[in-house]
């Protein structure tokens, strides 16, 4: 059973920062990439993130480019995403992705 465990939001201010995890279960994490979308209240799922299965390449929305920042760890099955200036337009769950599969995911609230 595939199983993605989301971790690590909050509440934050604006300008701040926070670590998101995604521990990952019931597949081989090591061969696949990993995405990270977010859903704020109101609106449609949205694409954040992206990782290779190597840890080698990734890409990013334009809405986060150069504040977010995603990683593995293939031994922990782990991929992390870290935010950086937050901003107010931030706040949403989180969810990591593999193919049509995602977690429970994990609220950021971005406020001053």
């Known amino acids: 059973e595939v199983q993605l465990v989301e971790s690590g939001g909050g509440l934050v201010q604006p300008g701040g920062s926070l670590t998101l995890s995604c521990a990952a279960s019931?597949?081989?994490?090591?061969?696949?990439?990993m995405s990270w979308v977010r859903q704020a209240p109101g609106k449609e799922l949205e694409w954040v993130s992206y990782?290779?299965?190597?840890?080698?390449?990734?890409h990013y929305a334009d809405s986060v480019k150069g504040r977010f920042t995603v990683s593995r760890d293939n031994a922990k099955n782990t991929v992390y995403l870290q935010l950086n200036s937050l901003k107010t337009e931030d706040t949403a769950k989180y969810y990591c992705?593999?193919?049509?599969?995602r977690g429970q995911g994990t609220q950021v609230t971005v406020s001053s």
């Open positions: 992705r593999w193919g049509n599969n």
């Open positions: 019931g597949f081989t994490f090591s061969h696949y990439a």
């Open positions: 990782i290779n299965s190597e840890g080698s390449v990734t």
